[in-house]
C-alpha cells in the first residue's frame, strides 16, 4: 500500500460515499447476523469464532457448536473440552473455547441472558473486541456502524478515506469523518468496493469510479516507471 501524505478532505468523502451508493447495492433485506445467524447471541458467538480463520472453517465451526447448543446456558451444559472438539475446523480452538464459556458466564450473570446492543456492552464481553463489536451491532441490530474488517480496512486506507495502521483506528476515523447519511450502508457499501473493485492483489483502478479521487491510484500513476 502506497505512503500518502493526506487524506480526503469533507467534499471529496462526501463524493466517494455517494459515488459508491450509486454504484454498490449496499446493505440487502435479507442481511443477517455474522455467519447467518438469526439471533445476536449466535451471531456474537459465531463473530467470535471467525477470528483468524477463513469462512469455510468457521463455517464448519459454527455448524458443529450450534448443533450441541444455541443459548448460553445450553452452552454451558458442554465442557471446555466438547466445545473445543465442535469449534476445531476454526483453528485457536482451545482458547475461543475457554472465551465462549467464559462469555457465557458473563451473559447470564451481568446481562440477563440478554447481548448488549452498545459497544461499550460488546466489548465487555470476553473475546469480543471492536471488529465483532461493530460487526454484531450492524447485522444483528441494525445500528448504524461501520465495521472495519479486512476489505473496509484495505479500500478507506487505500483511497484515502482514513490513513491508519490497525482496524480499530480505522474504525475510530471513519466513525469521526464518514457523512451521517452514509454509515448505515457505509459498511456494505465498502465491502461490496472491496471485493468487486478494490481487490487485494489485483484491483481495477483504471476503471474504478473512485480513481480520480483515489491517493493510491494517484500516488502509483505518479510513481517513476
Not at 3 to 23: D, Q
Not at 37 to 64: E, I, K, M, W
Not at 151 to 156: E, Y
Request: aromatic content about 6%; charged content about 30%.
Amino acid at each position: 500500500m502506497a505512503e500518502r501524505s493526506e487524506v480526503m478532505g469533507e467534499a471529496e468523502r462526501e463524493e466517494t460515499f455517494r459515488r459508491l451508493a450509486a454504484h454498490m447495492p449496499g446493505r440487502t433485506k435479507d442481511a443477517k447476523g455474522p455467519k447467518d445467524q438469526p439471533d445476536p447471541f449466535r451471531s456474537v458467538v459465531s463473530c467470535l469464532l471467525s477470528a483468524q480463520s477463513r469462512d469455510v472453517n468457521t463455517a464448519a465451526a459454527v455448524r458443529n457448536l450450534f448443533a450441541l447448543a444455541r443459548t448460553p446456558d445450553e452452552m454451558l451444559t458442554l465442557s471446555e473440552e466438547e466445545i473445543a472438539r465442535a469449534i476445531k475446523p476454526c483453528g485457536l480452538y482451545n482458547m475461543k473455547a475457554k472465551s465462549i464459556r467464559r462469555l457465557c458466564h458473563a451473559l447470564i450473570e451481568e446481562h440477563g441472558r440478554v447481548v448488549p446492543r452498545d459497544r461499550a456492552g460488546l466489548m465487555s464481553l470476553p473475546g469480543i473486541g471492536r471488529k465483532c463489536a461493530d460487526i454484531v451491532m450492524s447485522f444483528a441490530f441494525d445500528e448504524d456502524t461501520i465495521a472495519v474488517d479486512t476489505h473496509v480496512f484495505r479500500v478507506a486506507n487505500r483511497t484515502g478515506l482514513t490513513n491508519e495502521r490497525t482496524a480499530d483506528k480505522t474504525a475510530e476515523a471513519l466513525e469521526r469523518t464518514v457523512p451521517p447519511w452514509a454509515m448505515h450502508d457505509g459498511h456494505f457499501w465498502l465491502i461490496q468496493f472491496g471485493k468487486a473493485v478494490c481487490q487485494s492483489r489485483r484491483p481495477r483502478c483504471e476503471t474504478c469510479f473512485l480513481n480520480d479521487l483515489c491517493r493510491w491510484f494517484s500516488a502509483t500513476k505518479e510513481a517513476p516507471s
